[in-house]
């Protein structure tokens, strides 16, 4: 070593060249010995880290140049993928024993260099973990600040779809209401409706019951007046009811005259013989015969006449015809 460093770890981004003048890469790591830097770790152009000693390295203002080739510093022990914080004994020992038979260095003077290597060593690995830390603290920092980046849009989205969400609730209730209330003014309107035509068809109703009332009584009243032809729905109604008086009074003729030939007993056989047969006009006949008798007791007592036996009723012997 040509050059004496006051500090070592300035050799950090030195290029390094072989005996050749072939460029090797860059120094990215320094292993202090007793008294001054003894190994370095290169960053090779395959992206390994080689570990070469610096023993007999030439020292410039920016580079340095190994005793060695490109080929043996390609091909030494313990090449990383990452840069080793410290060397232990085995590892010297190894790396000696191989640069030795390279470039002919007496083993004297790298055993000399490994005993002191322990003491040594732990100035480096305070160094490079210095170094780490500093990396560390920076990519905390920065994972801090994008981790602060990233939960400001987080919250920015939740605000904004919260926001959105929002305004959908809204929109939907505001669209409830109005279906609802466009509901409830077409069902108020569909009643209004109905009922003014079940009003409209009450009225009609009453309205054609009060003239057919009317007509009625008015032919009623002409009927009675002895104006028959202006009482035609009256007069028909009077005519059937004519009709079955005189069907009655036939009847009783019958009766009357089967009880002055027959006797009691047989008119009473045939009357039950009828009613099992046509209980119907039965039942009219015996109305009617009861109609007639009652008038005939009321006459007799508004007469002051106390009968001492029943009427005769006229004998017919033709049957009753319809009034016409």
């Not at 070593?1 to 072989?18: K, N, Q, S």
């Not at 080793?84 to 003077?109: K, M, R, V």
């Not at 849009?153 to 209730?173: F, I, N």
């Not at 009321?298 to 015809?321: I, N, S, V």
Request: a negative charge; charged letters at 25%; hydrophobic letters at 40%.
């Amino acid at each position: 070593m040509t050059m004496t460093m006051t500090d070592p770890m300035a050799m950090v981004g030195f290029v390094a060249f072989d005996s050749d003048g072939v460029e090797l890469g860059e120094v990215e790591g320094v292993y202090m010995g007793a008294d001054e830097p003894e190994w370095a770790a290169l960053l090779l152009p395959t992206g390994q880290y080689a570990i070469v000693p610096l023993l007999d390295a030439e020292i410039y203002e920016d580079s340095i140049e190994l005793p060695y080739t490109a080929a043996e510093v390609a091909s030494a022990p313990l090449l990383q993928e990452d840069l080793l914080e410290d060397l232990t004994e085995e590892q010297e020992a190894l790396l000696t024993d191989y640069f030795s038979g390279a470039s002919g260095i007496p083993a004297s003077p790298a055993t000399d260099v490994a005993s002191t290597a322990k003491e040594q060593g732990s100035q480096v690995a305070s160094t490079a973990v210095e170094h780490s830390q500093e990396v560390a603290s920076t990519a905390k920092q920065e994972g801090q600040r994008v981790a602060s980046t990233a939960k400001a849009q987080g919250q920015q989205v939740l605000r904004s779809t919260a926001d959105q969400a929002s305004e959908v609730v809204v929109a939907a209730k505001e669209q409830a209401a109005e279906v609802a209330e466009q509901a409830t003014e077409q069902a108020r309107n569909l009643l209004e409706e109905t009922r003014t035509r079940l009003e409209e068809q009450t009225a009609t109703g009453a309205h054609r019951l009060g003239e057919q009332l009317q007509r009625l009584g008015e032919e009623a009243l002409a009927l009675s007046e002895g104006r028959p032809e202006e009482a035609p729905t009256v007069q028909g109604y009077v005519k059937r009811a004519a009709n079955t008086l005189l069907e009655t009074a036939d009847r009783a003729y019958g009766v009357s005259n089967d009880i002055q030939t027959r006797g009691i007993g047989g008119v009473l056989t045939d009357v039950q013989t009828f009613a099992r047969r046509r209980p119907g006009v039965f039942l009219i006949s015996a109305a009617g015969l009861g109609l007639v008798a009652g008038r005939a007791v009321r006459a007799t007592k508004d007469d002051g006449q106390e009968p001492d036996e029943p009427p005769a009723l006229p004998r017919r012997t033709t049957a009753a015809r319809p009034v016409r």
